[in-house]
């Protein structure tokens, strides 16, 4: 399995959130690894761990960047422990969040 690269942007629009996660980032995150990887989209479920997908380092690695230029976001390489999809949500939602709210800030008076 072997990363194909590139990125495709998608629209944001309204966003529903399900349980635990944000929709909208668990269909990006999916249609990802669908282009990317040979995956069945019955297997990207958020209880997934990234173990049982399969993906060597190198994958993960090259996945990372694909993540952070879809979601414009910077995964701290040391911060975060990402061993399933769920995980994945939750960090790019925490830090599309710390994006949005520092990007307000500083287009506030001050």
């Known amino acids: 399995m072997r990363f194909a690269g590139g990125s495709a942007l998608f629209s944001t629009g309204h966003v529903k959130r ?3 996660h944000n929709v909208g980032t668990l269909e990006r995150i999916k249609k ?3 282009e990317n990887f040979d995956f069945e ?7 997934a761990t990234i173990e049982s997908l399969g993906l060597d380092s190198l994958d993960r690695v090259e996945f990372m960047f694909a993540l952070e230029k879809e979601f414009d ?3 701290p390489d040391r911060e975060v422990s990402l061993n399933s999809i ?4 939750d960090v790019i939602d925490r830090l599309v969040s710390e994006r949005r ?3 307000g800030s ?4 001050g």
């Open 18 to 20: 399900r349980g635990n």
């Open 32 to 34: 990802l690894y669908l």
């Open 41 to 47: 989209e019955g297997q990207l479920k958020p209880e």
């Open 73 to 75: 976001i910077k995964i």
């Open 86 to 89: 769920q995980d994945m949500i």
């Open 101 to 103: 709210a520092q990007q």
């Open 106 to 109: 500083e287009g506030a008076p």
